[in-house]
């Protein structure tokens, strides 16, 4: 069994940052696959970024390719994702996920998931 807690969302002007944050409970986290989705009003859950268990591999969405990074810190059971050149159409609630797959890329691959936290974009 895993718990995630997220943190570290909130209101930001287009072109700033935010860093969000993922504790993870359990002995086996470092065992899992974790990664970041996100849903906005109307519209489903989609996926943004991927790291595998031992962080040595990575995957990103189109959309945030280039502005967003994903990275682990197993010894703190926590998993980061770091956004830069935050964009008004980024703005949702961003959901951790963890999953036994070397890496998360869709849902059905989801065992476990956060809380969610907001992120909200201004232009």
């Known amino acids: 069994q895993v718990q995630l807690v997220e943190s570290g969302g909130g209101l930001v002007q287009a072109g700033g940052s935010l860093r969000l944050s993922c504790a993870g409970s359990?002995?086996?986290?470092?065992?899992?696959?974790m990664g970041w989705f996100r849903q906005a009003p109307g519209k489903e859950r989609e996926f943004v970024a991927t790291v595998s268990w031992n962080g040595g591999s990575t995957y990103y969405a189109d959309s945030v390719k280039g502005r967003f990074t994903i990275s682990r810190d197993n010894a703190k059971n926590t998993v980061y994702l770091q956004m830069n050149s935050l964009k008004p159409e980024d703005t949702a609630v961003y959901y951790c996920?963890?999953?036994?797959?070397?890496?998360?890329?869709?849902?059905?691959?989801?065992?476990?998931w956060g809380q969610g936290t907001q992120v909200t974009v201004s232009s």
């Open positions: 996920a963890a999953g036994s797959s070397w890496l998360i890329k869709d849902r059905k691959l989801i065992d476990y």
């Open positions: 359990g002995r086996t986290f470092s065992s899992y696959g």
